[in-house]
């Protein structure tokens, strides 16, 4: 178990969709706003036909929502894990750094955080373009970056970022885009389908449920 102690030198990045939030907003939404033709895409990139991205874009497009309808959704259909204000609460008295790594979407990320009352953090994700056509804008301009193809915004480029200064990094995940950084980070909370990897890979990871587990382990404090 990390002792209070040891936390003078560790950063921590989190993953968004289906990690701070109990799912995942991009699967939610498009299944809500969803259509024959939303369907049959998904289809094609359960099989691997598609990669995420352009996945996401083509969706996106075809559910033709605008960004005042996005934001209702994310802020009116989308919950917060359990604990997460408190373990917010907990790296700030603790003076930890702190950052929300997502393949997702800063115009959802950000209003939610507020709306938590959560101002604050640092948030690197990829952004949406609302318009006569819908496009995608990727943190990082070459978005396919590992083995796993385009994610947008390569979470093991933060990490490195973060491990530069000889910290140790604690990263907490749950899908698809996680799988990368999870192999390199020094401790890797898992759930969900990054779990399923990290045992299938060997990859050392601590289960978790929500972040009421990721208070007790680390700051020793609730359940």
Known sequence: MIKINDLDSVAILSDFDGTITTEDTNAKLIKYFGNEKT???????????????????????????NEEEYTNF??????ISRGFKEFYE?????????????????NGITPFLKKHGINDIDVYANSINFGDEVTL????????????????????KHYENYKEEDNIVI??????????VAEVADIVFAKDGLLDYCKDNDIDCIPWEDFRDINKII???GR
């Open 171 to 180: 990263f907490i995940g749950d899908g698809v885009t996680d799988k990368p």
């Open 74 to 79: 994310i802020l009116n259909k989308i919950e």
């Open 137 to 156: 804008e990727y943190y990082h301009k070459t978005p396919d970056c590992c083995k796993l193809g385009p994610c947008g915004n390569c979470k093991i």
């Open 90 to 106: 907990n790296i700030k008295r603790h003076n930890i750094p702190f950052a929300i790594i997502s393949g997702g979407f800063n």
């Open 219 to 221: 700051f020793n404090k």
């Open 39 to 65: 369907r049959e895409r998904y289809n094609q990139y359960r099989k691997g036909e598609i990669h995420l991205l352009p996945y996401l874009e083509l969706q996106y497009r075809d559910i033709g929502i």
